[in-house]
């Protein structure tokens, strides 16, 4: 659809005398009740006693309204409209209604000179004599396509004239027979009377099945209001089956919401057991961490000493009392940092390990002074088991990842 064309319809529209303003604006969307006025309005302008009807409030008259509308106007104004676009009722209808009123417009344009010369009346005058020659034009096609039927029909019958003549000749010169006329009078009335009785035995029968069509139709009748009698007793009568239902219902209703409870609980139990185990983990993790960390100083201290022993080896009689009083110094030393390992770890961690020291026996000419050193090195990782096993609180969580047992943690002595 294009503007000019709207603009070129609303204007014919206008010129023709249509009563309702048409805008541009009134085919943007689909308006069906618009095209149907529109298009009774020009087929009543084009034929005034045209009976085409006006209905359009359900799909089938619609579509019965565009058909009739379409057939009209190509029968009678050899005028093809398109029924897709008219049943669209938007902008591409408008091309299908600018046929029509082009046409209308055109053959109003033809006196356009004398009709603006007239008066208002005259013009309404011109209107109405518009539309009686118009029916004059149907009834002048109608008769000329009955000449042409009936003079076809003529021809034939001439054609036949030379032997019809003969058979006509023959006949009147033929003396009439009374007994054969008789005769052929008498089979003509016995025909006509078997005719007669043929027509008053299908009458009969037609009564017969009448009377049988209506005893069906009250038998039908008595079998619905059974039906219906039935079917309200069923209705009214509690199924026995229906307490037992609605007990099992309610049962079933109390272990629904029982299951919930337990399933919610289940969830929230299997949630705190994986943040314990997830605590004790990562617990477990630090308490490994700092046993780690407290076996390598201790380590270092040990390469320490045993590097300060080997500088001192050319002192190998150094007196008993003396060799006790380091002894004693160092297991203060070593006790002292366990302590504080532990107490800087957190409470709770029990700390149990190895401690590997350097190897002790390079030589058999090694001095007693060494022999004791080790021994008393022992003494000392004893006393720090013994120690750390009275400052670490008890904890089922630790104590049951407990490693292996101290005796062979000593063979790496």
Known sequence: MSFRDLRNF???????????????????????????????????????HSDIPGDVDTEQDRVFFIKAVAQFMATKAHIKLNTKRLYQADGYAVKELLKVTSVLYGAMNTQGGQ??????????????????????????????????SKGAVLYDLLGKEV???????????????????????????????????????????????????????????????????????LQSVRPAFMDEYEKIEKQLEKQYSTYLEKFRNLTYMEQLLDDQRRTEQEMFEEAANMLRLIQNRLKEEEQHL????????????IQEDEGSDSEGDLQITRHRISTEALLQGGVGTRIVGSMQGGDMEEDDDSGDSEIDLDEDEEEEEEDLE??????????????ARKPEPLEQSDNDF
């Open 10 to 48: 609303t204007e014919m529209m206008r010129a023709l005398g249509y009563p309702r303003i048409i805008s541009m604006e009134n085919f943007h969307t689909p308006n069906f009740r618009l095209v149907s006025e529109v298009l009774l309005w020009l087929v009543k302008r084009y034929e005034p």
């Open 163 to 233: 032997e019809l003549r003969e058979a006509r000749t023959e006949s009147i010169a033929r003396p009439l027979e009374i007994n054969e006329a008789e005769k052929v009078m008498k089979i003509a009335i016995s025909s006509v009377l078997d005719e007669v009785q043929k027509t008053k035995d299908m009458l009969n029968n037609v009564a017969l099945d009448e009377a049988s069509l209506e005893a069906k139709i009250e038998k039908r009748k008595l079998e619905l209001e059974r039906s219906q009698k039935r079917l309200q007793t």
């Open 386 to 399: 013994d120690d750390s096993m009275e400052i670490a609180p008890g904890k089922s969580s630790l104590r």
């Open 306 to 317: 045993l590097k300060s022993g080997g500088n001192d080896d050319s002192d190998i009689e």
């Open 115 to 148: 009709r603006a010369e007239l008066p208002e009346e005259d013009s309404n005058k011109f209107k109405f004599d518009l539309g009686s020659k118009i029916a004059d034009l149907k009834a002048a096609r109608q008769l000329a396509s009955e000449i042409t």
